[in-house]
Nanobody, 116 residues
């Protein structure tokens, strides 16, 4: 079992640059990929960014160039630096960890609201 604890988020002004963090803990596990999804009201949960074990990151088109995802393998953590936030970035952001094709875990979600 893996537990994910997220931090960061909250109310941010347009153009702001918050940072989200997620730390994984639990019994012995090896992480293949860590990343972030978001879900806006009435919308499906969508991929924001994912960092695979080799360190390469993939991004949704809507955030590429504004968001940067990074992993700290020693701490089993993943971070999302969000820059130049827009109102349409408002959503609940979920940390996601994939151990294998059959095992993955979700964080509880953290709200990011972009508003002046």
């Amino acid at each position: 079992q893996v537990q994910l604890v997220e931090s960061g988020g909250g109310l941010v002004q347009p153009g702001g640059s918050p940072n989200l963090s997620c730390v994984a803990s639990g019994s012995a596990f090896q992480i293949f990929a860590m990343g972030w999804y978001h879900q806006a009201p009435g919308q499906q949960r969508e991929l924001v960014a994912v960092v695979i074990s080799g360190g390469n990151a993939n991004y949704a088109d809507s955030v590429r160039g504004r968001f940067t995802a990074s992993r700290d393998n020693a701490k089993d953590s993943v971070h999302l630096q969000m820059n130049n936030l827009k109102p349409e970035d408002t959503a609940v952001y979920y940390c996601h960890v994939r151990l294998s094709a059959y095992h993955s875990y979700w964080g509880q979600g953290t709200q990011v609201t972009v508003s002046s």
